[in-house]
């Protein structure tokens, strides 16, 4: 079936810096990807959807100067957590439509973010 | 924009007994509607879905109906077993592969043995 990687699988990092969290669809191509974030006990929050070629497009209340989101290629989706502070300590989990598989979503395994 | 609310939010049941999370949706172009379970720490795997064309679909011990005029789909887990604990989050989105998926709140369930 559809593999989606995400890496790295965890993250360590000093408040102020930034951080770089990959998103690979392993077997398909994907036009389309989603970064979700999720908080512990709560459910996923769309952050962002990426589309290969263009600007990203961000859902009311993130803020894209903060969440740079990168999809360079039909298989890879990168998102930059700049300036990071504790409160966005989350895990990241991103997801790729397979337009070979109709309207199904494969998400990647997610990225834990701890800022200190 | 869709807004899809679950309930309930923790629900145990015994071994063997069956289990009922419900969800009702906001947005009435919504016609795609995946269940995903997820374990600690884990990615949501998709366990079933349904589409606005069918009222009901069945997977072994998983089943789901969906109600469009109401607005509102329920998941049925049968035969209740210790690996069907985890949360289960509905989600509901437009039919267009571009569309973005909507979340509901999740439950947690837990089955006593």
């Known amino acids: 079936g559809a593999v989606v990687s995400q890496h790295p699988s965890w993250v360590i990092c000093k408040s102020g810096t930034s951080v770089k969290i990959e998103c690979r669809s392993l077997d398909f191509q994907a036009t389309t990807m989603f970064w979700y974030r999720q908080f512990p006990k709560q459910s996923l929050m769309l952050m962002a959807t990426s589309n290969e070629g263009s600007k990203a497009t961000y859902e009311q209340g993130v803020e894209k100067d903060k969440f740079l989101i990168n999809h360079a290629s039909l298989t890879l989706s990168t998102l930059t957590v700049t300036s990071a502070h504790p409160e966005d300590s989350s895990f990241y989990i991103c997801?790729?439509?397979?337009?070979?598989?109709?309207?199904?979503?494969?998400f990647g395994p997610g990225t834990r973010l701890t800022v200190l | 924009g869709e807004n899809v609310e679950q309930h309930p939010s923790t629900l145990s049941v015994q071994e063997g007994d069956s289990a009922v999370i419900k969800c009702t949706y906001s947005?009435?172009?919504?016609?795609?509607f995946p269940w995903y379970k997820q374990e600690l720490g884990k990615r949501p795997q998709l366990i079933i879905d349904i589409r606005s064309n069918v009222g009901e679909k069945k997977d072994q011990r998983i089943a789901v109906t969906l109600n469009k005029t109401a607005k509102h789909f329920s998941l049925h887990i049968t035969e209740t077993q210790p690996e069907d604990s985890a949360v289960y989050f509905c989600?509901?989105?437009?039919?267009?592969?571009?569309?973005?998926?909507?979340f509901g709140s999740g439950t947690r369930l837990s089955i006593r043995p």
């Open positions: 997801s790729a439509l397979n337009p070979g598989a109709g309207d199904t979503q494969y």
């Open positions: 947005d009435s172009a919504s016609n795609y």
């Open positions: 989600a509901a989105r437009r039919y267009s592969s571009a569309s973005k998926i909507i």
